[in-house]
């Protein structure tokens, strides 16, 4: 037994393992922690620096800024010049004056200007180190100068996003510890965006105040600090909006302790008044309104889609349009001259080729407000050639506004129709349906689909877009980039669209099913730059190679090319000859709205030319409850509501610019791709001919959907001339004669009628029978009896010089077929049974024919009529 000592010493030493295996967990525990905080910690640093790396990588060098913003010579980043495609040309400058901007020191600005730019664009302009940390949600802010400084010049491609945000502050940081706060504000003031194309204080001062910038006053310098936020509201755009920011701004500065009261109420009332617009227009192409174009808008608009608007205007570049200058030249002068026509004015034609291929217009076609508009692309690049804003009373506006396409979307309608089986010469009828009405308020009847096409008939349209589906119809024409309402309103209606969407849809057609030209809002669309170029001679973009998209197969392009490019197929409405004949092959359509606008759009191989015509004095509503065209009776408020005669309005134009945009080209059409077949066919039901086919044309197929049965428009009937009634088995030989008629259905019956087309009657002639032949008739069964199966056909078949008899049958009251019923017979049968004939599977009305050949060549003949009523 242990000892009271060794208990005690037991203990202890229980006690002293315990405490050191206490020890030893806390040792561990801290041992883990600091083990699990370096490891967090050396995977924060890593990932820092990763995410630092990733922020500055690529990051701009702000060294550039001193070589993109420092005077050369005095002067500043030149002007971004438009250029035609040769590069030879300047069609725009984006500046408000013909000159070179010249560069501003600091030191030379009035005190006023400094201090309202700063209160205006950073008001802690001399507290920050050059970026501030607010704002980082909305990236496309840029509270400092150094920071705009930094995206204008260094980061303006960058997509807006946090990250662009954050090396925006970086570089800002690095511009003023760089740079200094005064070569900033300097820097700013020489390159700031005043509107209108003034970039940097000279030009905004000369501008709007027609002075230097040096003398600009304290209630001058406040506006333009305020014009520099929001250059859309300077003293020509918005002048009360630009006086009552420049007002605001004095009150901050008031506020700021920048100027004290009485400076404050002298600026308020020297603020100036709205001051008239002092540039001049901008060298070039002659351009009409505020300084600006169809041409410059277009080419600003795609460009926007990879750079920011304001950098490309703030300077220093070169963009080479796609624009031919001669032929800009031309298809200006002749729109305008065309627009003075309409509108019954005169301007001198003499120093313009083109007004050589124009035509008259309509005698009455005297419009009170007219306008046109025209554009010309190549459709092999998708490159434009010519761009005419909309044009009235010989004055060219910016303006390319949409407008409803009319039957311009007919042949997508079409299009569908072929794709699912139909051609060129599918049967198509022209017949009333409601109150719809075609452009020349007649119905045309049965025609081949190219026919309907050609000439613009709408109700064969309506009854394809009925067969073959409303959504159908509608994903065609979104192919294409147009847009329609799938109803009998698809003319009037549907959504509009401009010169540009129209051309670009059928250029696909031009370039047998292509879509060439450069992606733009993710779909390939025609362009109007060919590249742009840096002053130092870099290359931002190069888009004159195209990019291409298969958008229809060759084949269904092709019939789509046969039918617009036929010329004597249209001639039912347009006259031969007519103004569409231009000389070459090109391919034509017409559109009309039952409103005040007109389109003509047509195409050879290597041009597409499309003019929009409109009379703003009219209203656009079309006519209400399905009514496309108002009915020939009703007097039109505008020519180009006139359907039929309003489209010859601007095919004039048209003519005009194919023919100059064409006048150094072969005259190429379009050769037939694999796959499509050429045959004759009857005309209009595009079958087979037969013996009964009026008129035989040649017409194409896609392969496999040749026809394989024959007419059956058109058919013989046998007729007493006499009467006029269908011939039976019982007129006289001597007066029945063979017409052909068209067989017209029932639906169209009624228009067949009221149009005086010739009807097969559907009455037969009065049955005479006459005194029997003693030697050759047929005594059973009797007249009109009802049979059955096997019948017994009693007579007799005798007289002198008998030779032989048969028997035969034959369907219906004057049978278009016999079938002999055995052989010929040799003896003679006197009043006995001449034939047995089974007439099991048969039923209705029969004729029998006995024929009796004697040696003399005399025929003679014997017929009764029965009705089969075989179970």
Same mark, same amino acid.
């Given at each position: 037994?242990?000892?009271?000592?060794?208990?005690?010493?037991?203990?202890?030493?229980?006690?002293?393992?315990?405490?050191?295996?206490? !020890?030893?967990?806390?040792?561990?525990?801290?041992?883990?922690?600091? %083990?699990?905080?370096?490891?967090?910690?050396?995977?924060?640093?890593?990932?820092?620096?990763?995410?630092?790396?990733?922020?500055?990588?690529?990051?701009?060098?702000?060294?550039?800024?001193?070589?993109?913003?420092?005077?050369?010579?005095?002067?500043?980043?030149?002007?971004?010049?438009?250029? =035609?495609?040769?590069?030879?040309?300047?069609?725009?400058?984006?500046?408000?004056?013909?000159?070179?901007?010249?560069?501003?020191?600091?030191?030379?600005?009035?005190?006023?200007?400094?201090?309202?730019?700063?209160?205006?664009?950073?008001?802690?302009?001399?507290?920050?180190?050059?970026?501030?940390?607010?704002?980082?949600?909305?990236?496309?802010?840029?509270?400092?100068?150094?920071?705009?400084?930094?995206?204008?010049?260094?980061?303006?491609?960058?997509?807006?996003?946090?990250?662009?945000?954050?090396?925006?502050?970086?570089?800002?940081?690095?511009?003023?510890?760089?740079?200094?706060?005064?070569?900033?504000?300097?820097?700013?003031?020489?390159?700031?965006?005043?509107?209108?194309?003034?970039?940097?204080?000279?030009?905004?001062?000369?501008? %709007?105040?027609?002075?230097?910038?040096?003398?600009?006053?304290?209630?001058?310098?406040?506006?333009?600090?305020?014009?520099?936020?929001?250059?859309?509201?300077?003293?020509?755009?918005?002048?009360?909006?630009?006086?009552?920011?420049?007002?605001?701004?004095?009150?901050?500065?008031?506020?700021?302790?920048?100027?004290?009261? =009485?400076?404050?109420?002298?600026?308020?009332?020297?603020?100036?008044?709205?001051?008239?617009?002092?540039?001049?227009?901008?060298?070039?192409?002659?351009?009409?309104?505020?300084?600006?174009?169809?041409?410059? *808008?277009?080419?600003?608009?795609?460009?926007?889609?990879?750079?920011?608007?304001?950098?490309?205007?703030?300077?220093?570049?070169?963009?080479?349009?796609?624009?031919?200058?001669?032929?800009?030249?031309?298809?200006?002068?002749?729109?305008?001259?065309?627009?003075?026509?309409?509108?019954?004015?005169?301007?001198?034609?003499? *120093?313009?080729?083109?007004?050589?291929?124009?035509?008259?217009?309509?005698?009455?076609?005297?419009?009170?407000?007219?306008?046109?508009?025209?554009?010309?692309?190549? &459709?092999?690049?998708?490159?434009?050639?010519?761009?005419?804003?909309?044009?009235?009373?010989?004055?060219?506006?910016?303006?390319?506004?949409?407008?409803?396409?009319?039957?311009?979307?007919?042949?997508?309608?079409?299009?569908?129709?072929?794709?699912?089986?139909?051609?060129?010469?599918?049967?198509?009828?022209?017949?009333?349906?409601?109150?719809?009405?075609?452009? =020349?308020?007649?119905?045309?009847?049965?025609?081949?689909?190219?026919?309907?096409?050609?000439? !613009?008939?709408?109700?064969?349209?309506?009854?394809?877009?009925?067969?073959?589906?409303?959504?159908?119809?509608?994903?065609?024409?979104?192919?294409?980039?147009?847009?329609?309402?799938?109803?009998?309103?698809?003319?009037? !209606?549907?959504?509009?669209?401009?010169?540009?969407?129209?051309?670009?849809?059928?250029?696909?057609?031009?370039?047998?099913?292509?879509?060439?030209?450069?992606?733009?809002?993710?779909?390939?669309?025609?362009?109007?730059?060919?590249?742009?170029?840096?002053?130092?001679?870099?290359?931002?973009?190069?888009?004159?190679? &195209?990019?291409?998209?298969?958008?229809?197969?060759?084949?269904?392009?092709?019939?789509?090319?046969?039918?617009?490019?036929?010329?004597?197929?249209?001639?039912?409405?347009?006259?031969?000859?007519?103004?569409?004949?231009?000389?070459?092959?090109?391919?034509?359509?017409?559109?009309?709205?039952?409103?005040?606008?007109?389109?003509?759009?047509?195409?050879?191989?290597?041009?597409?030319?499309?003019?929009?015509?409109?009379?703003?004095?009219?209203?656009?509503?079309?006519?209400?409850?399905?009514?496309?065209?108002?009915?020939?009776?009703?007097?039109?408020?505008?020519?180009?509501?006139?359907?039929?005669?309003?489209?010859?309005?601007?095919?004039?134009?048209?003519?005009?610019?194919?023919?100059?945009?064409?006048?150094?080209?072969?005259?190429?059409?379009?050769?037939?791709?694999?796959?499509?077949?050429?045959?004759?066919?009857?005309?209009?039901?595009?079958?087979?001919?037969?013996? !009964?086919?009026?008129?035989?044309?040649?017409?194409?197929?896609?392969?496999?959907?040749?026809?394989?049965?024959?007419?059956?428009?058109?058919?013989?009937?046998?007729?007493?001339?006499?009467?006029?009634?269908?011939?039976?088995?019982?007129?006289?030989?001597?007066?029945?004669?063979?017409?052909?008629?068209?067989?017209?259905?029932?639906?169209?019956?009624?228009?067949?009628?009221?149009?005086?087309?010739?009807?097969?009657?559907?009455? %037969?002639?009065?049955?005479?029978?006459?005194?029997?032949?003693?030697?050759?008739?047929?005594?059973?069964?009797?007249?009109?009896?009802?049979?059955?199966?096997?019948?017994?056909?009693?007579?007799?078949?005798?007289?002198?010089?008998?030779?032989?008899?048969?028997?035969?049958?034959?369907?219906?009251?004057?049978?278009?077929?016999?079938?002999?019923?055995?052989?010929?017979?040799?003896?003679?049968?006197?009043?006995?049974?001449?034939?047995?004939?089974?007439?099991?599977?048969?039923?209705?009305? %029969?004729?029998?024919?006995?024929?009796?050949?004697?040696?003399?060549?005399?025929?003679?003949?014997?017929?009764?009529?029965?009705?089969?009523?075989?179970?």
């Amino acid at each position: 037994m242990p000892t009271v000592t060794e208990i005690v010493h037991r203990r202890r030493e229980r006690r002293a393992d315990s405490r050191r295996r206490n !020890d030893s967990r806390v040792r561990a525990g801290w041992l883990g922690l600091g %083990y699990i905080f370096s490891v967090a910690l050396a995977v924060g640093i890593f990932a820092f620096a990763f995410a630092y790396a990733d922020l500055t990588r690529d990051l701009p060098n702000v060294a550039q800024l001193p070589v993109l913003l420092n005077p050369t010579n005095g002067l500043l980043l030149q002007p971004t010049r438009l250029t =035609d495609r040769s590069g030879g040309v300047t069609l725009f400058t984006f500046a408000p004056a013909d000159g070179a901007r010249t560069y501003a020191r600091l030191s030379t600005l009035p005190q006023s200007l400094r201090d309202a730019t700063i209160a205006a664009a950073d008001i802690n302009f001399n507290a920050h180190n050059g970026y501030t940390l607010s704002g980082l949600d909305n990236p496309d802010a840029h509270p400092t100068l150094a920071q705009s400084l930094a995206y204008d010049f260094l980061l303006f491609d960058e997509p807006s996003s946090l990250r662009r945000a954050l090396r925006e502050r970086l570089l800002a940081a690095q511009i003023q510890s760089e740079y200094g706060r005064n070569q900033i504000l300097e820097w700013y003031l020489n390159s700031a965006n005043y509107g209108h194309y003034a970039f940097g204080i000279n030009a905004a001062a000369q501008l %709007y105040f027609g002075k230097a910038a040096r003398d600009l006053t304290l209630s001058e310098s406040a506006m333009l600090a305020a014009v520099a936020q929001a250059p859309s509201l300077n003293p020509f755009d918005a002048p009360e909006a630009a006086a009552q920011r420049g007002e605001e701004l004095l009150g901050v500065m008031k506020d700021l302790g920048l100027i004290d009261d =009485d400076e404050y109420a002298r600026a308020i009332r020297a603020m100036p008044s709205p001051p008239a617009p002092l540039r001049s227009t901008p060298v070039g192409l002659p351009i009409t309104g505020e300084g600006s174009s169809a041409i410059v *808008n277009l080419v600003m608009a795609q460009l926007s889609t990879r750079y920011d608007r304001q950098r490309i205007e703030r300077g220093g570049l070169i963009i080479v349009s796609t624009i031919d200058f001669d032929l800009q030249q031309q298809s200006l002068c002749v729109t305008q001259i065309f627009s003075a026509r309409l509108a019954a004015q005169v301007l001198d034609e003499n *120093n313009c080729a083109s007004a050589r291929y124009l035509s008259s217009p309509p005698a009455d076609a005297n419009l009170v407000a007219p306008s046109a508009s025209a554009i010309v692309l190549d &459709p092999r690049t998708g490159q434009i050639l010519a761009l005419v804003g909309e044009t009235t009373r010989g004055v060219e506006s910016p303006h390319m506004s949409a407008h409803p396409p009319g039957s311009l979307l007919a042949p997508f309608i079409y299009l569908t129709g072929f794709a699912r089986g139909l051609g060129p010469a599918s049967l198509v009828w022209d017949i009333p349906q409601g109150d719809i009405q075609n452009g =020349d308020g007649i119905f045309h009847g049965p025609m081949r689909l190219r026919a309907a096409l050609a000439n !613009d008939y709408l109700i064969p349209a309506f009854d394809v877009l009925a067969q073959m589906g409303a959504q159908n119809a509608i994903n065609t024409a979104r192919s294409f980039g147009l847009d329609l309402i799938a109803d009998s309103a698809f003319v009037s !209606d549907s959504p509009p669209a401009s010169l540009l969407d129209v051309a670009g849809a059928y250029s696909v057609f031009a370039a047998q099913g292509l879509r060439n030209g450069q992606t733009l809002d993710d779909s390939i669309q025609p362009s109007i730059v060919l590249r742009v170029d840096t002053i130092e001679g870099a290359t931002w973009l190069d888009w004159s190679q &195209p990019e291409s998209q298969s958008v229809v197969t060759p084949q269904l392009a092709y019939l789509m090319n046969h039918i617009l490019s036929d010329g004597p197929a249209r001639w039912p409405s347009w006259g031969n000859p007519n103004v569409l004949e231009i000389g070459r092959p090109a391919a034509v359509k017409s559109g009309w709205t039952g409103g005040p606008d007109a389109w003509t759009v047509g195409y050879t191989p290597s041009r597409v030319v499309a003019v929009w015509v409109g009379d703003s004095s009219t209203p656009l509503n079309p006519p209400q409850g399905g009514e496309v065209n108002p009915p020939p009776q009703a007097e039109a408020s505008s020519p180009l509501q006139g359907g039929a005669r309003g489209v010859r309005v601007p095919a004039a134009l048209w003519s005009a610019l194919m023919q100059t945009a064409s006048a150094s080209l072969a005259p190429d059409g379009w050769s037939a791709p694999v796959g499509i077949t050429e045959m004759d066919v009857c005309d209009p039901s595009g079958l087979l001919p037969t013996n !009964d086919c009026p008129t035989i044309v040649r017409e194409i197929f896609l392969n496999g959907f040749e026809p394989a049965q024959a007419d059956n428009l058109f058919r013989g009937y046998q007729i007493n001339r006499e009467t006029g009634l269908l011939a039976t088995v019982f007129t006289p030989p001597e007066l029945v004669e063979r017409r052909v008629f068209m067989v017209v259905p029932a639906e169209a019956r009624v228009w067949a009628a009221e149009s005086g087309l010739p009807v097969p009657p559907e009455t %037969y002639d009065a049955i005479q029978v006459g005194a029997p032949n003693p030697n050759v008739n047929i005594s059973a069964p009797a007249l009109f009896a009802d049979v059955n199966g096997i019948v017994q056909i009693i007579g007799t078949a005798a007289g002198e010089g008998f030779q032989y008899y048969r028997i035969q049958v034959g369907q219906g009251l004057n049978p278009r077929e016999w079938i002999q019923i055995g052989g010929d017979v040799s003896a003679p049968v006197t009043n006995g049974l001449l034939a047995e004939w089974d007439t099991a599977g048969l039923s209705g009305l %029969y004729a029998i024919q006995l024929i009796v050949v004697y040696g003399d060549s005399r025929v003679e003949t014997a017929i009764t009529q029965v009705t089969i009523t075989n179970p």
